[in-house]
């Protein structure tokens, strides 16, 4: 497994942008698909985005789809989400994941998971 921790959450009005940060602990980084996925109180945790392990091809959830953008560096060890025209309902905690062997876009498809970083987006 890999340890991650996110970065970047914060308060921001609507239509603002935040750039989310995951670094990555480990020398496998670049074999990882990496994920983003957002949760909400007593809600269950939501796929946002996705990305392989050498960055080319790009998955994202529709209510997100045209404004955040999923990106890596592999040589940072590090995957980000910048999130643009941002809007109230995007206001959740925030959660970095990974996996090795992933097929899928479900929380239960990713083995590693950092601590979260909330987001919250003021109208």
């Known amino acids: 497994q890999v340890h991650l921790v996110e970065s970047g959450g914060g308060s921001v009005q609507a239509g603002g942008s935040l750039r989310l940060s995951c670094a990555a602990s480990?020398?496998?980084?670049?074999?990882?698909?990496m994920g983003w996925f957002r949760q909400l109180p007593g809600k269950e945790r939501e796929f946002v985005a996705a990305?392989?392990?050498?960055?080319?091809?790009?998955y994202y959830a529709d209510s997100v789809n045209n404004r955040f953008t999923i990106s890596r560096d592999n040589a940072k060890n590090t995957v980000y989400l910048q999130m643009n025209s941002l809007k109230p309902e995007d206001t959740a905690v925030y959660y970095c994941?990974?996996?090795?062997?992933?097929?899928?876009?479900?929380?239960?498809?990713?083995?590693?998971w950092g601590q979260g970083t909330q987001v919250t987006v003021s109208a």
């Open positions: 990305i392989n392990s050498n960055g080319g091809r790009l």
């Open positions: 480990g020398r496998t980084f670049s074999s990882y698909v």
């Open positions: 994941a990974a996996d090795q062997l992933t097929t899928g876009w479900g929380p239960a498809d990713f083995g590693s």
